[in-house]
C-alpha cells in the first residue's frame, strides 16, 4: 500500500507539473474514488457508463456498474461474503449482436439480445448504453 500511494502521488505531481491527464486503467475503485476526475466503465471493450467520479459512484446508471460497486467492501456492513457477478465474461473474438453483458444481467429485455444499445445521457456531462436507462430506444 505505501508503493501504490507513493505512485499515486508521483502521478499527481506529473499530472500537475506538466498539465497533463493521466488515463489510468484498472479494477481498483478505490484508486478511482481516490485519484480520478472522470470514470469510464468499461464491459467487453467498449464504455457503457462514463461521467464524473461522483456521478458514476453516487448514482450508477449500468447494471454493470451497479454490479461492480456491490463487489466492493463496505466496512460499515458485517457481511461475510462479497456479492459476486453471476455468469461468465463473454469471449470477445465472438461477441453478440446486442449487448454483451445481457447473459449476466439483471434487467435483461427482449432488445438486449437483439440490438446494442445506444449511448443515452443520464446527466449532463454522465452517460449510460443499456436499454434500462430512461431515454433508450428501440431502432425504428
Known amino acids: 500500500m505505501t508503493i501504490q500511494a507513493q505512485y499515486l502521488e508521483l502521478l499527481r505531481e506529473v499530472q500537475a507539473t506538466a498539465g497533463v491527464a493521466v488515463i489510468l ?13 472522470r470514470v469510464a466503465v468499461m464491459y ?19 447494471p454493470y ?13 458485517k457481511r461475510e461474503q462479497l456479492v459476486e457477478i453471476g455468469g461468465q465474461p463473454p469471449d470477445l473474438a465472438q461477441l453478440p449482436q ?3 453483458f445481457a447473459p449476466r444481467c ?4 427482449p432488445i438486449c439480445d437483439e440490438a ?4 443515452v445521457p443520464v ?8 436499454w434500462a436507462v430512461p431515454g433508450a430506444k428501440a431502432p425504428a
Open 106 to 109: 439483471p434487467e435483461r429485455q
Open 123 to 130: 446527466a449532463s456531462g454522465h452517460v449510460a448504453s443499456c
Open 116 to 119: 446494442y444499445p445506444p449511448t
Open 65 to 77: 456498474t451497479r454490479a461492480l460497486l456491490r463487489c466492493l467492501p463496505d466496512v460499515g456492513l
Open 44 to 62: 467487453a471493450g467498449r464504455i457503457v457508463e462514463m461521467g464524473s467520479t461522483l456521478q458514476v459512484f453516487d448514482n450508477p446508471s449500468h
Open 98 to 100: 446486442g449487448c454483451p
Open 25 to 37: 486503467v484498472t479494477h481498483d475503485f478505490g484508486i478511482v474514488a481516490a485519484i480520478a476526475d
